[in-house]
C-alpha cells in the first residue's frame, strides 16, 4: 500500500503492468497513454468511481502532469509504469483511495490502493507533527538512552507527558522523536520507548512535547 499526505498535489505513482499472455508472471512492455482500450480511474473510500483522462509524458522524468502515463524503462525494468494522479484524488477527507489501471489488449488489470495519511512522513522538520499541540518545551537538563530530563519549570505532575511524544529539535539528536511512557513530575524525567536514531539527549538539547 502507497502512503500519500491527504491534500498533496501532484503526485505520481508507478505500477507494474503484467501480461496476460504470459504463464511466468511476465510484464507488459510498449504501453503508451493512448493505447487502444488503456483507461485509469479511482474511487476515494465510500466513493463512485472516476475517470482519469490520460495524457502523453515526454520522459519518465517530465514534470508532473495531471493523467500523465508513461512507460519508464522498457529494456531495464520491463512493465513499470508512471500515473499522474490528480490532485483530486488525494485530496483531505477520506482515509484512502484505491487507483486502477485496465483494458488494454494483454493487460492484466492492476489496483493500487493508496493510504491518504494526516501526517507527512516526508516532512525533514518533526514528520509533520510541528502542527500539533506543543504542551511543554525547552533546554533539556540531561538526557539517556531511554530518558530525557525536561526543564526544571516543566510540569510536576507525574504522567503528566506520558502516552504523548516528545521531538528533539535542537543540539544533540537534533530530529529525533521517542514515546513517552512514563514520567516522574518530581525529578522531570520524561522515560522514552527509545529514541527514534539512537542517539541520547543532554543538556545541548532543546524539546517539544506534543500533544494531540
Do not use: C
Not at 72 to 101: E, F, K
Request: hydrophobic share 40%; no cysteine.
Amino acid at each position: 500500500m502507497r502512503e500519500i499526505t491527504a491534500g498533496a498535489t501532484s503526485q505520481s505513482v508507478y505500477f507494474v503492468i503484467r501480461d496476460t499472455r504470459s504463464t511466468t508472471d511476465g510484464r507488459l512492455t510498449g504501453l503508451v497513454y493512448n493505447a487502444s482500450g488503456l483507461e485509469a480511474s479511482y474511487a476515494r473510500n465510500g466513493g463512485a468511481r472516476t475517470a482519469i483522462t490520460l495524457a502523453t509524458l515526454a520522459s519518465p522524468s517530465a514534470a508532473w502532469s495531471t493523467g500523465g502515463f508513461v512507460e519508464v524503462d522498457a529494456t531495464h525494468m520491463p512493465g513499470l509504469y508512471r500515473l499522474d494522479l490528480p490532485d483530486a484524488a488525494i485530496a483531505a477527507g477520506v482515509p484512502s483511495v484505491i487507483v486502477t489501471v485496465r483494458g488494454a489488449a494483454n493487460m492484466a488489470q492492476e489496483d493500487l490502493e493508496i493510504q491518504l495519511t494526516a501526517v507527512d512522513f516526508q516532512d525533514a522538520v518533526k514528520m509533520g507533527v510541528q502542527n500539533l499541540g506543543v504542551v511543554d518545551s525547552g533546554t533539556a537538563q540531561a538526557g539517556s538512552s531511554s530518558s530525557i530530563t525536561l526543564r526544571a519549570g516543566a510540569s510536576a505532575t507525574t504522567d503528566k507527558y506520558k502516552g504523548l511524544f516528545v521531538y528533539i529539535d535542537g543540539g544533540t539528536g537534533k530530529g529525533q522523536i521517542g514515546f513517552v511512557t512514563a514520567y516522574n513530575g518530581s525529578t522531570k524525567v520524561a522515560t522514552v520507548n527509545a529514541w527514534s536514531a539512537g542517539t541520547a539527549p543532554d543538556s545541548t538539547s532543546t524539546y517539544s512535547i506534543i500533544g494531540f
